[in-house]
């Protein structure tokens, strides 16, 4: 599976982004979904998650500004960012977990302007 996020890109404090994670196979059968970010200096931490009956969770940062969601259909992930800050500059990263296996994809660049 082969998975490319876009949606990334400048936005200033306030604004919104959609990030979308498109995978080259099926994901019915995920057992989780999730979005990291990792920015300059810093370790790469997970932002959300939702698993296959559809529970999700976030990180304290983030909670009640993200929003994961999943499209079985289209084979996508999505990450819906509101009232982004400053602070969550980052690349931000897909991860798939099909089987014993993890996928990532090759991250995508989100700068929040101050």
């Known amino acids: 599976v082969q998975l490319v996020e876009s949606g990334g890109g400048l936005v200033q404090a306030g604004g919104s982004l959609r990030l979308s994670c498109a995978a080259s196979?099926?994901?019915?059968?995920?057992?989780?979904m999730e979005w990291y970010r990792q920015a300059p200096g810093k370790q790469r931490e997970l932002v959300a998650a939702?698993?296959?009956?559809?529970?999700?969770n976030y990180a304290d940062s983030v909670k009640g500004r993200f929003t994961i969601s999943r499209d079985n259909a289209k084979n996508t992930l999505y990450l819906q960012m509101n009232s982004l800050k400053p602070e969550d500059t980052a690349v931000y990263y897909c991860?798939?977990?099909?089987?014993?296996?993890?996928?990532w994809g090759q991250g995508t660049q989100v700068t929040v302007s101050s």
């Open positions: 939702i698993i296959s009956g559809g529970s999700t």
């Open positions: 196979g099926s994901i019915f059968l995920a057992t989780a």
């Open positions: 991860k798939v977990g099909l089987g014993y296996s993890d996928y």
